[in-house]
C-alpha cells in the first residue's frame, strides 16, 4: 500500500475510533484498545507506522449493549457490520464501517454487503477457567465452528474434496443459524464473577487469549494519535503475553504485516 494512502486509510479509521469511544463513553461502556493498536500506542503513541487497522475490545455484556445502540446512535456515516446487520457476515466480531469507503480484505467474500475502511470490536467473554478439557474443548470447537461458518460464506474459494462434502450435506443450514450458534456457545460462561476474560475472536488464539480480568479492569488511558483512549490496566503485562518480552523493539520489515488489502477507494471526503 502507498504511504499517502496508508496515511489516509488510517485518518479514517481514527475517526471511526473517536466515534465509537465518545458513545461508549455516553452510555458508560467500557472499551480497551487492544493488539496492534494498544502496541502501537505503548510504542509509538499512536499507529504502528505500517500497520493498517485498528482493534478494540468491550467485556461481552457491554459489547452486546454497544451493538445494540449503535445501529440508532452511530453517525450516518458509519455502518455497524455484523450478525445482527448481515445474513451473510461470519465473524463473531463487529466491524464498523465507513460508508462510501472500500477496504477490501484478501479474504473478503464476495458475498459481503459492505466492504468500507474499517475497526474492529472484539467481545471479551466470561471464563471460568484457563485449563482443563472443558476450556480446551470449548475453544477447539468454536474455532471449527468459526472455520466451517467461513468456508461457508467463501464457497467461492478453492476447497477440498471433503469440505466440499461437508458444505453439501450442510447447504440447507443457513449461515445466520451458524452465527447465532457460535455467538450463543461463546457465551455460555454468563457468570460476571467468572475470573477470566476469553477473546474468541483473536488470530492469536484462546489459549494466548485468555487472561484474568484484572489485567484489564480498571482501564487507565494513553496517548493514541494526540488523542485519549482507554487501555487495559496491565498493559505491559498483557503486551509480554502476547508479543514476548522484547514487544518494545522494532521488528524486521520482514516481519511487518498488515492486511494487504486488494482495492481501497477513499470518498471526497476521506481524501480532503
Excluded at 114 to 140: E, Q, S, V, W, Y
Excluded at 201 to 225: I, N
Amino acid at each position: 500500500m502507498q504511504t499517502n494512502v496508508l496515511e489516509q486509510v488510517k485518518r479514517v479509521e481514527l475517526s471511526i475510533l473517536v466515534d465509537v469511544a465518545a458513545l461508549c463513553d455516553k452510555h458508560d461502556l467500557t472499551y480497551y484498545l487492544i493488539g496492534g493498536t494498544l502496541l502501537g500506542a505503548i510504542r509509538h503513541d499512536g499507529f504502528i507506522p505500517w500497520d493498517d487497522d485498528i482493534d478494540i475490545a468491550m467485556p461481552r455484556k457491554d459489547f452486546e449493549t454497544f451493538q445494540k445502540i449503535a445501529q440508532t446512535e452511530l453517525p450516518e456515516s458509519l455502518f455497524l457490520h455484523y450478525g445482527t446487520t448481515d445474513p451473510d457476515y461470519y465473524l463473531p466480531i463487529i466491524k464498523i464501517k465507513k460508508n462510501g469507503t472500500i477496504f477490501e480484505e484478501q479474504s473478503a467474500s464476495s458475498s459481503i454487503k459492505h466492504k468500507g475502511i474499517f475497526i474492529d470490536i472484539f467481545p471479551l467473554d466470561n471464563a471460568n477457567t484457563n485449563t482443563g478439557f472443558r476450556f480446551h474443548t470449548k475453544g477447539m470447537l468454536i474455532k471449527q465452528i468459526k472455520n466451517y461458518l467461513f468456508l461457508k460464506i467463501n464457497q467461492e474459494k478453492q476447497l477440498s474434496a471433503w469440505k466440499k462434502a461437508i458444505l453439501n450435506l450442510t447447504k440447507p443450514i443457513p449461515a445466520s443459524f451458524v452465527f447465532q450458534l457460535l455467538t450463543k456457545y461463546m457465551q455460555t460462561e454468563t457468570s460476571e464473577d467468572a475470573p477470566f476474560y476469553v477473546n474468541y475472536g483473536s488470530q492469536y488464539g484462546y489459549k494466548k487469549q485468555t487472561m484474568p480480568k484484572e489485567m484489564y479492569d480498571a482501564p487507565s488511558k494513553t496517548t493514541f494519535e494526540d488523542q485519549l483512549f482507554k487501555i487495559p490496566r496491565e498493559t505491559p503485562q498483557l503486551l509480554e503475553r502476547i508479543y514476548g518480552k522484547n514487544y518494545m523493539d522494532i521488528p524486521p520489515a520482514s516481519k511487518r504485516i498488515t492486511h494487504n488489502p486488494k482495492r481501497i477507494q477513499l470518498n471526497e471526503e476521506c481524501m480532503a
